[in-house]
């Protein structure tokens, strides 16, 4: 034990909290720090996802107007999803389905899935002297449908200033299940602004649509908010296994970089939105691209899992000063 303190928690470690109010009442909150400048917030009645970062008391994430919303309050229906999308820094979309509203294999899929919005069977966390681990499990499970358990790990240094995210996605059922996941990560002001320093190192740049095309060669460059902004996707493909985005602010002197496995999350989206309180810049890896999954499975990029079969992603992210 440290002699100079009373508590651990005077230079890190999680505390759990409960939000009053508004139609995020009663949700549950841990809030991590490693004593080192990086601060979290896990939502573990939101799947375990990550609301809030702040490094050395800086904002780097984006929360939406609609903020923290119940599970309670979840409309499945269309693109509603959008009603209770918090953003935060990571909203996991999946399982079942990830992107556009479509019809596939005779199912009627919702945007971007419904996991993000399904609370944790059980969750805790642990800590020792090097690490914080936030661990929780999320069950996609239905009666005639998918059996699909996100069992998650967040894992906090306390020796320099990374996390990572590490996922375990198995079919607990007894059919072989489709299975998309996309990690939507948003950078938000001050760490986004029109200053902010984004590279990408991507061999393959890709416009999602024609009116992303039509400023392809500005996917780099951010811009001040504007009035009735329409986002704009950039596709990107990496070479081999390493995947890595990030992103600086010259301003403040901060940035973050995220790294993944390229060769198994092999759909990067970068969403640049530049609206009036709608500021915020995506960095996304995934398994599949936000296209729809019946486009997923005719351009043969859709994923499976068979029965008892699982699989494992990794996330991570570092916070740096230059």
């Known amino acids: 034990m440290n002699p100079y303190i009373g508590h651990e928690t005077q230079l890190s470690g999680v505390e759990e909290h409960r939000l009053v109010g508004g139609k995020g009442d009663g ?10 400048g990086l601060e979290l917030t896990l939502s573990p009645d939101r799947n375990g996802d990550i609301t809030r970062l702040r490094y050395k008391g800086i904002n780097m994430s984006y929360f939406s107007p609609c903020g923290y919303v119940a599970p309670a309050y979840y409309d499945k229906t269309g693109s509603n999803w959008l009603q209770s999308f918090t953003a935060g820094f990571l909203t996991t979309c999946g399982l079942q389905a990830v992107g556009t509203p479509c019809t596939d294999d005779g199912e009627e899929l919702p945007l971007h899935g419904s996991i993000a919005n399904q609370p944790c069977a059980h969750s805790y966390w642990e800590e020792d002297e090097k690490e914080i681990h936030i661990h929780s499990v999320t069950k996609d499970e239905v009666i005639f449908g998918r059996k699909l358990v996100l069992k998650r790990t ?13 996922d375990h996605i198995e079919n607990t059922g007894s059919k072989t299940e489709p299975m998309e996941i996309l990690y939507h990560m948003n950078m938000g002001y001050p760490l986004l602004d029109e200053d902010s320093e984004v590279t990408i190192p991507s061999v393959e740049v890709r416009a999602r649509d024609d009116h992303a095309q ?31 985005a990030g992103i ?16 198994k999350l092999d759909g990067f989206v970068e969403w640049k939105m530049m609206g009036v309180r709608d500021y915020v ?13 019946d486009v997923m499975r005719k351009t043969g990029m859709l994923k499976f899992l068979n029965p008892g079969e699982s699989v494992e992603y990794q996330v991570n992210i570092k916070l740096f000063e230059k």
């Open 281 to 293: 810049l995506g960095l996304e890896c995934g398994n599949c691209y936000p296209d729809g999954r």
């Open 214 to 244: 039509e400023d392809i060669a500005n996917w780099m460059h951010m811009e001040k908010p504007q009035g009735d902004y329409q986002e704009r996707c950039y596709y990107h493909k990496f070479e081999g296994a390493d995947g890595k």
């Open 154 to 166: 967040v894992t906090i240094s306390k020796e320099e200033n990374t996390f990572s995210i590490d």
């Open 248 to 263: 600086y602010q010259p301003k403040l002197n901060v940035g973050l970089e995220i790294s993944f496995d390229a060769s």
């Open 27 to 36: 949700m549950r909150l841990y809030e991590a720090t490693n004593g080192k």
